[in-house]
């Protein structure tokens, strides 16, 4: 396993949660994003970041959560705030050596994948 998510859990709407992903001694991690994946739905990419520290966002979590990323611990975060309902789903991280930039938030960018950690909000 080269990526491992953490950190996620059950919260009430309103609530935040902050997911880590750590890629440990993986170098390919240039680009690094979010993913999430909802029942019966596609997986939705939310969030990437390249190792320079810039981000782009899903217009469906702009404002409400925010990606970082700390390059010596070659890890990733994710700060969810404000969560509602229909944000619950798997949440995995991907990371890849090169991501063009209309690929960022499409699955078939990344080519390394987490198990995935699950983020339950109830009403």
Request: aromatic share 10%.
């Amino acid at each position: 396993v080269q990526l491992m998510e953490s950190g996620g859990g059950s919260v009430q709407a309103g609530g935040s949660l902050r997911l880590s992903c750590s890629a440990g001694n993986y170098p390919n991690t240039h680009y690094m994003a979010w993913f999430r994946q909802a029942p019966g739905k596609e997986r939705e990419g939310i969030a990437a970041i390249d190792k320079s520290g810039r981000t782009i966002y899903a217009d469906s979590v702009k404002g409400r959560f925010t990606i970082s990323r700390d390059n010596a611990k070659n890890t990733q975060y994710l700060e969810m705030k404000s969560l509602k309902p229909e944000d619950t789903a798997m949440y995995y991280c991907a990371a890849d050596g090169w991501v063009p930039v209309w690929r960022q938030l499409r699955s078939d960018g990344y080519a390394t994948w987490g198990q995935g950690t699950q983020v339950t909000v109830s009403s």
